[in-house]
């Protein structure tokens, strides 16, 4: 079955760096898309990021994460990545990795990992 298993997560001061981690199975993994998804404490899932299937040379960004997110994917590993740098307090949240099987539509996700960015 579909398995999507994230890591990474943790609490930060503001300005630091996490490095998030989906290891996936049960699927042809170069063959989807795949995205991340938060859920900020009291408010609604927010689309982060998307890469493509295959080679992931076409990535989106939500603006409030452009420049300082990073996503990227290793398809000989089954693994999408989501590099966070100069995070902020409003990045508070519970990251999903999730496979995405067209634009902004998921059919699997993971089951999450708590990012706390606080001083």
């Known amino acids: 079955q579909v398995q999507l298993v994230e890591s990474g997560g943790g609490s930060v001061r503001p300005g630091g760096s996490l490095r998030l981690s989906c290891t996936a199975s049960g699927f042809t993994f170069g063959s989807y898309g795949l995205a991340w998804v938060r859920r900020p404490p009291g408010k609604e899932f927010e689309w982060v990021s998307t890469i493509n299937a295959g080679a992931g040379d076409i990535i989106v960004y939500h603006d409030s994460v452009r420049g300082r997110f990073t996503i990227s994917r290793d398809n000989a590993r089954n693994t999408l990545y989501l590099e966070m740098n100069s995070l902020k307090p409003e990045d508070t949240a519970v990251y999903y990795c999730?496979?995405?099987?067209?634009?902004?539509?998921?059919?699997?996700w993971g089951q999450g990992t708590q990012v706390y960015v606080s001083s």
């Open positions: 999730v496979r995405e099987v067209n634009w902004l539509t998921f059919d699997y």
